[in-house]
């Protein structure tokens, strides 16, 4: 007989100098089970739990260890990926998210986030001189003049203060700091939170039978969801599901350390007027006190075939022609590799909106972008409701012995 939580093999009733292969028996079960505590694992832990589900995620070694803590905190609303001079899928897609996630930092969406720390309220994007007039036609068409407003002089961002010649836009995007967020989301499920390195049992159809813990207790479940993101490759490869399959998207993201206080987020658009930005920055406070420029856009994407010397190298160029008033002599320039990991797509590029594969008694998940975990927890409610998976008794029920997490260090902190 299977119940939730600890259920002996056989009828023991001493707990005290527990033979281990008493343990090894143990079985736990709970209704559903997420493996894997970036963005999506968290937003959709807090979904099940306030649906009503025991749900439980097992996370291998820090909250957002992965693409979560390196991202750039951006929430946007699509705009960017319009520069091409079109509307995509994907910015149809992702319209509604800021306005989603601020409905949530103040308390009144599908997860709390108040305590969450909001870096800036607002994104600006800011044309290269060559394309200005492109650009301010652009923009101001009806496809996109809700989303981007020119600035008044009077309310330039310091950082830009006198040295602009030309138009700056502001977008509805905001800037969250995830470390933050991490916190706010770790902390409102606390409890059903785990930090365990584990393999799973399954069938030869990919179906799962249990998580097998480190101490080697078995977890089993009516559900198993991947939100492992790049570690999602390792349930693939165990379970070799027909229906799903991931791509990786690499990228060089450059960090730049240094002492000028305002901070700045803003889309530096290329004369090439390309679909990504030429260089995408975000500010972030350091724990010594710093600051750290984070740099992605199409340099960490061309970056991704460099060597971190060639990039860097490349990145102080361009830092220097793009603010000639900025110093950044004293200026500390690190570089790492990532990857970004959604469904494989057939043209290998970004998927339109997140992805939610079933097959089995596994769904397996990519958000396809921080802003989009929203959209990912709603569609894995929707996939629950269509298997009439309805939550099964006792949700209160905790796995004993397994240490919380703790969110995953940022990057410009470790270096
Ligand atoms: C450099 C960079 C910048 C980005 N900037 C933005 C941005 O500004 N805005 C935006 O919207 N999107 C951004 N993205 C995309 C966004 O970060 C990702 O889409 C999103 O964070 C993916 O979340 P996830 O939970 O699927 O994966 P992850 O954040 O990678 O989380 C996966 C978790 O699973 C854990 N894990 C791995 N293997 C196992 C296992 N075997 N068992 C248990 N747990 C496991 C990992 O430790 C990790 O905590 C950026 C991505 C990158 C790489």
Redesign the pocket.
């Known amino acids: 007989m299977k119940t939730r939580g600890y259920q002996w093999a056989t009828d023991v009733t001493y707990t005290a100098r527990v033979p281990i292969y008493f343990v090894n028996c143990m079985q736990l079960s709970q209704d559903i089970v997420i ?7 968290l937003w959709l832990l807090h979904r099940l739990r306030a649906a009503g589900f025991a749900a439980v995620l ?19 609303g699509g705009l960017k990926y319009a520069l091409g001079g079109t509307l995509t899928g994907a910015s149809e897609a992702i319209a509604g998210m800021p306005a989603h996630w601020q409905r949530c930092l103040h308390g009144e969406g599908d997860v709390d986030l108040r305590g969450t720390r909001l870096l800036s309220d607002t994104y600006y994007l800011w044309p290269r001189s060559s394309v200005r007039s492109r650009m301010t036609a652009f923009l101001g068409s009806k496809l996109v003049s809700s989303k981007a407003r020119a600035v008044a002089d009077a309310d330039v961002p310091d950082f830009f203060r006198g040295h602009l010649n030309g138009p700056l836009y502001r977008l509805h995007d905001i800037v969250l700091d995830v470390p933050s967020l991490l916190h706010t989301l770790g902390e409102g499920c606390r409890p059903w939170i785990y930090r365990a ?2 393999r799973l049992e399954h069938d030869a159809n990919g179906n799962v039978s249990a998580l097998v813990l480190p101490d080697g207790r078995r977890l089993s479940a009516g559900l198993f969801i991947c ?5 999602n490759a ?1 349930w693939l490869d165990t379970l070799q599901p027909i229906a799903a399959t991931m791509q990786q998207r690499p ?1 060089q ?1 450059v960090v730049v350390k240094h002492r000028m206080t305002a901070p700045i987020y803003v889309h530096c658009v290329a004369d090439n007027f390309s679909a990504t930005p030429e260089l995408t920055i975000t500010s972030h406070p350091c724990r010594d006190g710093s600051t750290a420029w984070y740099l ?1 856009g199409e340099l ?1 994407e061309r970056g991704a075939t460099m060597q971190p010397a060639e990039l860097i190298d490349a990145t102080r160029r361009k830092l220097a022609a793009m603010f000639p008033w900025c110093d950044f002599t004293n200026a500390h320039f690190h570089s790492f590799f ?4 959604d469904a494989r797509q057939s043209d290998g590029k970004r998927p339109d909106r997140d992805s939610v594969v079933s097959q089995g008694n596994v769904l397996y ?9 929203p959209a990912l927890a709603q569609s894995v409610i929707s996939a629950i409701a269509a298997r009439g998976l309805q939550p099964a008794g006792d949700n209160s029920v905790t796995i004993d012995g397994l240490p919380y997490p703790g969110v ?1 260090e940022t990057v410009w902190d470790t270096l």
Do not use: F, Y
């Open positions: 493996l894997g505590g970036g963005i999506a694992g097992i996370e291998k070694s820090a909250l957002g260890d992965g693409q979560t803590i390196a991202s750039q905190g951006m929430i946007h390195d584990c939100t492992s993101g790049n570690g390792v990228l993201m992605g960490a990532i990857n970004r990991a998940c990519w958000p396809t972008k921080l802003t989009l975990a995953a």
